[in-house]
């Protein structure tokens, strides 16, 4: 079975306005037949107008977080639905910094991918292990509870709508790639949980991207393993041609 493959952007905190509206408008320029799904996830204020520059375009748009909340009083939170009314169709959830810096755990994770796919949207959902944890060989389990924690609750039907990243925390931003071999092993491992608890067959269908470091370089590696499907892309889906190479390379 063929399953998604994809690219996805994730810009996090960088651009204003008018530069994140000048980069998706030149990846509309430059991208319209990719061979994979391709996503940008953008900051909450670039949505609507990104969305609306991109409608016409194979290029969906991504938020990078919503609230675990909701709707209501919760001053300064961006709401599944108001993300989903934006005319994004992605939510990037899980992501290490979200963890890391702004103490989002399995339960909070868990609300909020909830929240993502009531509202319609589908969630890239991030997981990964830091580097003290890949030392001592504990990657599996952290990955394993990661996924139990926050996502492996869900319906069948729910998991029609979750693309995993795996994202080795100590690879993000650090220009430390997993090797292909790393990469590879930890996929494996990522689809045959899946398979345990989906069957084969949703396993099969599951996208799992890898994200740390992941550059126009190195990607063409990575995707020929079997069990990596794409990518997630931070610092290098800030330049137009990088990211473009980046998808080509899959
Ligand atoms: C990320 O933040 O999801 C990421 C993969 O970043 P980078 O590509 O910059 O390592």
Not at 66 to 72: L, R, S, V
Not at 243 to 250: G, H, L, P, Q, S
């Amino acid at each position: 079975m063929s399953r998604l493959k994809m690219v996805a952007g994730n810009w996090k905190m960088n651009k204003t306005l008018q530069e994140g509206v000048a980069l998706a408008a030149q990846l509309k320029e430059d991208v319209k037949n990719p061979s994979c799904a391709v996503v940008i996830g953008t900051p909450f204020i670039h949505l609507a107008t990104v969305a609306e520059l991109l409608k016409d375009s194979p290029i969906k748009v991504a938020a990078e977080n919503c609230a675990d909340k909701e709707k209501g009083a919760f001053t300064g939170e961006v709401s599944a639905e108001m993300v989903r009314s934006t005319g994004a169709t992605y939510c990037i959830l899980g992501h290490s910094e979200r963890r890391a810096y702004y103490h989002e755990d399995y339960e909070i994770l868990k609300n909020k991918v909830e929240l993502a796919l009531a509202n319609g949207l589908d969630v890239i959902f991030c997981i990964g292990e830091v580097k003290e944890e890949r030392e001592s060989g504990k990657q599996n389990e952290v990955v394993q509870a990661q996924l139990d924690g926050s996502v492996f609750h869900l319906s069948a039907g729910q998991w029609k709508h979750i693309t995993l990243a795996y994202e080795p925390v100590w690879a993000i931003g650090t220009g430390l790639t997993a090797t292909p071999s790393q990469a590879q092993d930890m996929h494996a491992f990522i689809r045959s949980l899946v398979a345990d608890k989906y069957g084969a067959e949703a396993a099969e269908a599951t996208t799992i991207l890898y994200g740390g470091s992941c550059n126009e370089k190195n990607a063409a590696e990575l995707f020929a393993c079997p069990d990596i499907d794409g990518g997630l892309i931070g610092g290098a889906a800030l330049v137009a041609e990088k990211f473009e190479a980046i998808i080509a390379a899959r």
